[in-house]
């Protein structure tokens, strides 16, 4: 459970980046008064951990629905999390940028806008989404460990939308504390992280797909 939980406490946190975000957070929620700000955290974290959930439990059956194999979607998730994490690692600011822009782009209303775009896809995104679905897909396919998997990973997704809540609540102390040059720098780190979590993701899918690679190992 352990294991489950570390591995998709750092994928997730990696990509959904909430300290970073918080600097975005501070900046489009700037003319709104505090309790709009907190209950705006609160919203865009519940919904966040909807989107985690779901896209981890239930992300893989609607792909194998639509005829996608476990395999296909380890090579195919591996990838876009390799390609995601280094997107971030060599230009953290364009991708900060580019999310600042998606959140501000509807004006109808903070509580209007929890679920879009300050879920989707400002918070967790289609990268995220991907991410969520590939840690699905390498659950065990037999009841040995299947709940301790379940609740790592379960526990994971919980605790990165209690971070989000943790870092849009407090989004001013944050940019105050570390400033935009520290968070850089932790969004690299972090970003190193994921790109080799995508590279095993993508490894454990080709050995899935080619079994005498494994074999000859």
Not at 49 to 67: E, S
Not at 104 to 116: H, M, Q, R, T, V
Not at 134 to 144: E, I, K, M
Not at 199 to 205: A, W
């Amino acid at each position: 459970m352990l294991d489950s939980f570390l591995l998709a406490f750092t994928a997730l946190f990696s990509i959904v980046n909430p300290l970073a975000m918080a600097l975005i957070f501070s900046q489009v929620t700037a003319d709104s008064s505090p309790r709009d700000r907190a209950r705006l955290a609160g919203l865009v974290s519940l919904y966040s951990a909807i989107v985690m959930l779901t896209a981890l439990w239930a992300g893989a059956y609607v792909l194998n629905f639509f005829g996608v194999s476990m395999a296909a979607l380890r090579i195919a998730g591996g990838f876009v999390v390799a390609e995601r994490a280094w997107a971030l690692l060599t230009a953290p600011e364009r991708h900060e940028a580019r999310k600042q822009e998606q959140a501000a782009g509807d004006g109808d209303g903070l509580a209007e806008s929890a679920f879009f775009p300050m879920t989707i896809p400002f918070t967790t995104g289609p990268g995220t989404i991907s991410v969520a679905i590939a840690l699905g897909s390498t659950r065990p396919t037999r009841g040995d460990g299947l709940i301790e998997f379940f609740l790592g990973m379960s526990g994971a997704a919980l605790a990165i939308a209690a971070l989000i809540w943790l870092s849009y609540r407090s989004a001013d102390r944050i940019v105050a504390f570390l400033g935009p040059t520290r968070v850089r720098v932790l969004t690299r780190l972090f970003a190193f992280l994921l790109f080799c979590v995508g590279v095993q993701i993508l490894l454990t899918g080709v050995l899935d797909a080619f079994p005498l690679l494994s074999q000859k190992g």
